[in-house]
């Protein structure tokens, strides 16, 4: 694998165009190989419907690249100009009270809105025309943060059409609706397709299959207006097409965006998202403050490894204090640094920094770059030179031993039926994450499709409340170490507990006959120390209890290999589960100081320090002696 | 009286025919002896409009009724068909937001629509017509819940056409409207009764005036509503009508929607209405998360006794988790057949369980049945049995010693103009509730029409914001105790301040000068200890002081027979307030434990433990002694 | 000055006219001398378009002039009479989620319909031509309340075309308002002013230069506002024109609208404002619930008397308690005095009580008055009676000797960039009124416009986001002691960041690199003592360090004179600093316990005790001795 590239975030329609090669130049002094311009620049290439002037990003483009910068080119769909909504008065989302999202910031589209999004193949068809060929556009971006801004669900008469079409098209047939969503429940039974609304502003909840469709459909928009853009670039370029994904949006499936397209990208704010993001307490979020939570962008460049199928980057990292969260503190001096050794860790390709330069005006002013507004360095610069200075040839990312299924419909059935104030599948899945991060445990994670896990010594799948046939069958055959649960397989594809009770897990005779939701003060004791806590299940069968309630519940059923667990550990029962299957699996565990952290890549071990403490090595880390500052970063050969 | 009888509630229509027979021997094996079926059923009972299916309901009657069973037919008016919204578009409610309340899940209609109105009453006759001489029914239920999911207020178009007609009946000329509400004061005056709006989305509040009325019009919509489908069934049956209400819905008038039928049920979710509905701290609601609040059920038994003119039954009793609260715990075992337990205790002629088999589909699909969603027995059903093993004659349920004052009108005062964060009518009146209840005294709720108070050697008025004439008289007359107060008579029946000051209560020369209300952390200490919270007044008057405040102004004037009571006593207070007037009527009070209740039914005494632990009875109850287990009951004769 | 006078307020219509002749007598032997009536009776003097009725409105003053009280004559524009909505039906309110605001209550019209504008000035101009040479008209008050509803900020088509126009004439060229706005930075230019609407809805936050124009184009919409009914009523009257404004609106200009105006004046609610306004934390509220927040009524005495241009009336001053606060507890016996003798010490000239008699009817029949409803004198009467009593002849306010500058742009400012979540200009500018305040220094306040700073010895300007450019010079001129910062001159007048970065202060060489944002839980400590709480900057210059933080940056830095502070000091700082300045400028300070508060007028000091404890006076105030109780005040000569 080539060294990893550091890049940027640039706006040459932000500046002077006598400004440009002066900022390429520094920004090639600072290390710095890629710049990714253009993803907003639609009223500037287009200022009027057909009317174009793509010179000044010509200009760009060969100023840039001259300077031995390659160019991300991304398609500027996520803003379009205030015209368009003269052409497509209908485009716009609709929130869930019936509200339409106005023009005036950005993203203010429904994608299920047909007239938008052949707009939007048409601009990149003109974009991948006029650059497809050109040799200093090394990748395309297209759009930009698909789901920011909650702007995957809409309620739009445009949405509620294709709704009706997908429908149509999935069930055939109203009655078939009919029986699969149980619509004789409350007498909700259709007899044509054109009587379905979409499931907001009933008076209680909705039927949760309707809900689930809504969501799958939703999803699905998301996907077609993507591939409306990949099948306009395509003929055009030979250069990989990527995406930027954002952090903790579950509302469409990544996943299926990712299967057209080479690269998946992330914006990576570590501590705008710990302010904005996260479920931990008040004392954890004081304490990481200045550092972010030391897993939530571990977790997330995995997830996004395995969405860009083993080619991902980092396209946006927060380079300082940002302007969207309750609270911008700066980063602690050198987590700059440290979250980009964090990415290279995970296997980044590139790692890019948002933005160059702070732009003095409009809604970002207020978040830092890597120059000041006057374009003197800020604090970010330094540390991304010393990365520069430090990066050399890195072994392959290779397989993590262990894998971690993560599924996007599963959190739309959790959202759909919550059953519990705090049950949240994102939540659950990034409290196993976190688990075997601390345990010093290196993961991939794992998409639903997956079909033979064979590479994993040890599989986990938290809270797959719809098995994937495929992956059910994966398990069974499987002979590593797996583990199960909660709510696996609690429903079926058309959202009903199965006939037979879940989990339905090869290998486990166990059944889940009922389940209850607790309050954070009411959690269930395991009899070996923590307890359930949000969700748990009782369940029957002859799988042996490998752990019990303190009520003489089963709590995790079936085999050293195959096992079904009946709840939402807490984090001393979850660090008890996971050591002891990473034993059976024959891996090795760390017991880590708080805050401190490591990943494998291949030969190499990065230790980070996420603690604001220093933090003594010696007998914690294999090899490694001696203290760690604070945001320090170590490489080390793997014991 | 006879044996009080357990049912269920069944679902023909959402099961196979063949399946019917077998659940109906399950419910008779179970010690079952009631079904309710049909109140959601109308899209198969006309799955267009005029098209009818009777003849599944026909063949669930009998497979049903030929097992034993007794049925209560529902009149399916909860849940209009969708074809229901293509006859009436203007039938959904709107919200205070002025939203329509959309189709897709149930109770979507407006109770001041008269066009719905009318096929609500057209349904209900057919099934009149067609089942009312049908020798299984045994009862009726008109539609479902009237006021669940907050549908009660609605501002619709079809309301705002129905008030002001209601307007032009109250008060014949506007003038006289402008006068009565004191329109004057911000130039609200109105000239024709088209003029007045709803009072939602005002810029500050409304009238006070103009929100009462409105809820009295709404109020009588529902009355009215009702009345339409008693009128459609009386001239074809005999079997007696009843609707089920549920628990803490103030928004109409109870008392008149049971003067038109014979029984008054409710729908009993004890841990539900902990988690949703519970003004008690977190504390409280952590130690009796399992069992659920030991006065909530008992307060509504007292008060659905007095709203079905004394015969009354649960008709929906929890057995197990539900699905709808912020957190859905499993009961604690025992609490099924305590519940069932306590109703009877309070004279419930029949308890019927929601639901007999978990449905796996739609919205309560994580709602328990007495059988788990695969047919197997859930835990309830072993509990149902136990209690109808053990079910025998009991005497009648008589008249209890307490009378407690419950008034609709008062709580839309109280809502209308709220002065303090916290004061809430229905708080109020469930605390003095559970004083008595904690004191070991039993309970009858009196509406505020009653005009005879001799039955009731105490009797408790509180927070009686507008005096109901014939009250004030039969109080003038009671030779028993009665305190009233707080905020009794502080308004006319305009909503005004009466011009001689509240309370003009009979017997206590006692005026309220001026109120204040007080943070939960400045509670205003009375002088034998505990204090007013939340609301107190000053009083002036030759009363006597029978309770002062520390700072010396009255807290109780009055008599010992007829005292008024100037705040909202805490729990100490309270207790002392309701143990000395309990003496003085010659009553005898228990000092009971943590979470142990009793309630007399004529000679027998239930005594029920709602902790989680054994409780000693020993000194405690009277005749008892030994160990009360967790949710434990005992029957024992009156001493 | 002449003495200071009080009054009350008064509704004729709301009472029987025979009982005006007894009122107007009772209210002179209350020692009240002023009466305001008519704010609201709009409907009263033309109950239909066009027809009037003065009669009754004549006889009132003429009853209460003849009687010796001075009237002060409201315009009812507050309160446009329901038929008002016939003629201008687009004439409501919109709030920001586009629902219009309705009829019902009060201040049900948006300022920038210039159809109601038009009608307000009709309505005044008619009031003047009847009444503006009437003997007893001593003064005007115009509307009632500006802002109060939060009635400013209207989203209504009639304030969407009015922000056309005023963009328009703002920027002439919408190229301009591109440039200026920086609407490249998402595509968000436009082509035509008529593509601009208001900022709500959006998707995400919209361009803060588009929301800040919007909230000046609205400000300037009060202003005209008010204008048109100064235009309409200038010509007919001699008497001094007023407004009484609210506690803690920063909506508008309110220094824009004073300067159309003779008297400024202000509703005054101590604990109203406490409950409902108030950033301090629920101990300092308990301990406070009865005499109101000790700096609160004092800051905007001082801010209304800037406002007033020296002349300036408590308008509506609490006497008991109010009824639209979350809690509405009564006063401490002794503080109706105390708020009336401290608006007195900030050179009031009249103080008048909202109202004379509690009414008993509509909104604000739980509003106390000086009267109860029966008409028997309320606790406020007696403490009003004494306050009048005790007045006499006191020296003129004259200057004080610290200016605090305050700027409603710089609220707007904060509001639309808050960037942490407690950011808020108000508080900030308040926490250094309180220390100021603590420190025993008497203050006045000082718009933005101020051109010479000589008079004051000491001044601070915190959080001025835009630079004044006539301030900024006077700072640079000032020879006394000037503290600015944090966030001066943080933005252009177009919402940028300066090239320059901010403050560009004169005589401080120090730049500010870029800002952080905290958490209440993560201040950053000062190296003396205290700390920064939720705003902090890091600053570069040559301007030596006073203070630096403990992680060694700046804290404050320039020159004793002229400093420049870089951060949001906590009360420990704050006080350090003030004090230090205060000592710099030659101004004596007290360390004064908690509750007790001084003010000076003139050759008098004021002591007013606010807590609940007898405070000790000996070796506090120079010149005081003994004990001043619980809600005491004390005149002592200045020493």
């Known amino acids: 694998m080539p060294t990893p590239k550091l890049g940027v975030c640039y706006y040459p329609e932000h500046w002077p165009e006598a400004r440009w090669a002066l900022d390429a130049r520094m920004m090639r002094a600072a290390g710095l190989s890629l710049v990714r311009i253009g993803e907003f620049a639609w009223s500037r290439l287009e200022p009027r419907p057909g009317e174009f002037d793509f010179g000044w990003l010509d200009r760009a483009i060969a100023t840039l690249g001259e300077a031995g910068l390659g160019i991300v080119l991304g398609t500027p769909t996520a803003t379009p100009p205030r015209w368009m909504l003269e052409r497509h008065p209908d485009m716009l989302a609709v929130d869930a009270e019936g509200r339409p999202r106005k023009f005036g910031s950005r993203r203010h589209y429904c994608f299920a809105h047909e007239g938008y999004r052949a707009e939007a193949a048409r601009i990149a068809g003109l974009l991948g ?95 077609a207006f993507n591939a409306a853009q990949v099948a306009a670039l395509r003929p055009h370029t030979d250069a990989p097409l990527s995406h930027n994904y954002m952090g903790r949006i579950l509302s469409f499936d990544h996943f299926a965006v990712g299967r057209d397209l080479e690269i998946a990208t992330w914006d990576s704010y570590p501590l705008g998202f710990l302010e904005d993001r996260s479920d931990q307490g008040e004392d954890w979020r004081r304490r990481f403050a200045r550092q972010g939570d030391p897993d939530f962008q571990a977790f997330h460049h995995d997830l996004y490894r395995a969405v860009g199928k083993g080619r991902w980057w980092v396209m946006e990292q927060q380079p300082g204090p940002v302007n969207w969260a309750p609270h911008n503190p700066a980063p602690l001096p050198g987590m700059v640094a440290l979250w980009t050794w964090e990415a290279i860790a995970h296997g980044a390709e590139a790692v890019c920094y948002f933005r160059w330069r702070q732009v003095p005006f409009a809604q970002e002013q207020m978040h830092a770059g890597l120059l000041r507004p006057d374009a003197a360095p800020a604090p970010g610069l330094a540390e991304a030179r010393a990365v520069a200075d430090a990066l050399d040839d890195l072994p392959e990312t290779g397989t993590a031993p262990v894998g971690l299924v993560v599924d996007y419909q599963a959190s739309w059935v959790w959202e759909t039926e919550r059953q519990g104030a705090e049950c949240d599948y994102f939540r659950l899945v990034f409290d196993v994450y976190r688990a075997l991060r601390c345990a010093g445990l290196s993961v991939d994670i794992l998409p639903p499709t997956t079909r033979d896990l064979s590479a994993h010594a040890l599989v986990l799948a938290p809270g797959l409340a719809i098995w994937p046939e495929p992956l059910r069958e994966a398990l069974a055959a499987h002979d590593g170490i797996a583990i ?124 980070m320090n996420y603690s604001a403490e220093p933090v003594s090595l010696d007998g914690v880390v294999p090899g490694a002696t001696g203290t760690l500052p604070p945001a320090g970063t170590l490489r080390l050969p793997r014991a």
Chains 1, 2, 3 share one sequence.
């Open 129 to 223: 025309e006029r650059y497809g060929r050109n040799p200093h556009v090394v990748a395309w971006q297209i759009d930009n943060e698909y789901g920011c801004h909650d702007t995957v669900v809409s309620y739009s008469d445009a949405a509620a059409r294709g709704f009706r079409r997908w429908l149509a098209a999935r069930y055939g047939d109203v009655s078939r609706l009919d029986e699969a969503w149980g619509n004789v429940f409350w007498s909700m039974e259709y007899t044509a397709f054109e009587e379905i609304d979409p499931p907001n502003l009933t008076v209680t909840e909705a039927n949760p299959a309707h809900t689930l469709d809504y969501r799958r459909f939703l999803s699905d928009a998301v996907v």
């Open 484 to 607: 199960a649960g909660p709510r696996t397989g609690a429903k079926t594809d058309a959202f009903r507990i199965p006939e037979a009770l879940p989990p339905q897990m090869p290998g486990v005779d166990a059944r889940v006959t009922r389940i209850e939701t607790l309050r954070d003060d009411c959690p269930v004791a395991l009899a070996e120390g923590g307890a359930f806590r949000f969700w748990r299940e009782f369940v029957e069968g002859d799988a042996p209890v490998l752990e019990a309630c303190a009520d003489g519940e089963p709590a995790l059923v079936g085999t050293r290999e195959r096992a079904y667990l009946a709840g939402w550990p807490d984090d001393i029962a979850l660090d008890r589960i996971v050591r002891r299957a990473a034993g059976a699996a024959g891996l090795a565990t760390l017991a880590l100081p708080d805050g401190l952290r490591v990943r494998d890549r291949g030969s190499v071990r990065f230790v």
